[in-house]
């Protein structure tokens, strides 16, 4: 961090403290906000999504009457990730395709009532990462702070996650909540650029933190948002191949140094 004397986007000559980097055509970047993504960016959910998925395999399984767990299993992934490909995130909507793939009806009760359990337990075992808090806290007196999440196909009746969770939420101005109010779900460029309408930003003055490669990481580059891909080291997950050299964290307290981590 240094402080010095800055032309912003007017014209008007003003005192910043600010992090400069370079793109590509060696122009100065001056970070004025961070952007992030919430389910394992700043919270962990993955034991959450684990357990709601083999509870909801189980009772699917049973209630379709197949034989072959191995033939369910393998369309039911299938069919999940085609869906997540097309940023369809309902669960519903994925169930009621697995169940016509297998020829058989299905009763929107009880996939309703399977949705709210599978979100119920997603919720219970979501709990922020150790060191989100205390890196929100530092970096809100240094950058403004903004928030862009999908719903991930939750019902409309049902809260995101993020609002369980008041001693964060309350860092962020604007929140995008993507897939809901006639906003599409990232990686579509409507929630960013809404997002840096609403900061008063220019996409230059702007870093994204998130931890799915396609989501987050294209979905901010293609609106030449710079992207932080977040890889934490407390999530057991398969990370796809880095594809373009984007800067990787580890932690979010590396963020306290963005100078290091755009090195």
């Not at 600010?18 to 970047?29: A, L, P, S, T």
Request: negative net charge.
């Amino acid at each position: 961090m240094e402080k010095e004397y800055n032309v912003n986007h007017k014209g008007h000559e003003v005192f910043h403290e600010v992090h400069k980097g370079r793109f590509d055509n060696g122009q100065y970047m001056i970070t004025r906000a961070i952007i992030f993504d919430f389910t394992q960016t700043l919270a962990d959910s993955a034991t959450g999504f684990r357990l709601a998925e083999k509870m909801v395999e189980q009772k699917l399984f049973s209630d379709l009457g197949l034989t072959s767990w191995q033939d369910f299993i393998n369309n039911y992934r299938l069919i999940r990730g085609k869906n997540k490909e097309n940023s369809n995130f309902s669960r519903r909507l994925i169930w009621q395709e697995l169940y016509t793939s297998f020829q058989r009806n299905y009763d929107d009760k009880l996939l309703g009532q399977l949705e709210l359990e599978y979100w119920d337990t997603v919720k219970t075992h979501t709990r922020p990462f150790p060191e989100t808090e205390d890196v929100l806290m530092k970096l809100a007196t240094k950058y403004k702070l903004a928030l862009i999440t999908n719903t991930q196909g939750r019902p409309v009746s049902e809260s995101h996650t993020f609002t369980l969770f008041p001693e964060l939420e309350k860092f962020f101005d604007p929140i995008i909540i993507a897939g809901e109010s006639g906003i599409p779900p990232k990686p579509d460029p409507v929630p960013f650029l809404l997002c840096l309408e609403k900061l008063g930003l220019d996409k230059e003055q702007v870093i994204y933190v998130g931890d799915d490669w396609k989501i987050d990481i294209f979905g901010a580059m293609n609106v030449g948002i710079k992207p932080v891909w977040l890889k934490h080291h407390l999530v057991q997950r398969n990370w796809p191949e880095m594809t373009i050299p984007v800067p990787v964290i580890i932690d979010l307290n590396q963020l306290l140094d963005l100078d290091i981590v755009f090195r």
